[in-house]
């Protein structure tokens, strides 16, 4: 009986993880995927920016990777 449950338990786990592999992008589709509106950072200079002036206003290091004291000079 514990053995059917495991098994059961196996096949609707595999089911639900694969069920998300079957998705693909149609050629077509592509277009919209690649509009900057579609970007994480939609101005990444503006945000390097504004992170290099907060951490320099901080006189913190914030998880950007950046360096440096209050002063601005990395």
């Known amino acids: 009986m514990i053995k ?12 639900i993880v694969l069920a998300g ?7 077509w589709e592509r ?3 690649a509009k900057p509106q579609m970007m994480l950072d ?10 290099h002036s907060y951490s320099s ?3 913190a290091s914030g998880g950007y990777g950046v360096g440096g004291g209050g002063c601005g000079c990395n």
Do not use: W
Not at 4 to 15: D, E, Q, V
Not at 42 to 51: E, T
């Open 4 to 15: 059917k449950m495991n098994s059961f338990f196996i096949i609707i786990f595999a089911c």
């Open 21 to 27: 592999c079957m998705q693909t992008v149609n050629p």
């Open 31 to 33: 277009g919209n995927l």
């Open 42 to 51: 939609y101005d990444p200079l503006k945000s390097g920016i504004m992170a």
């Open 57 to 59: 206003k901080e006189a």
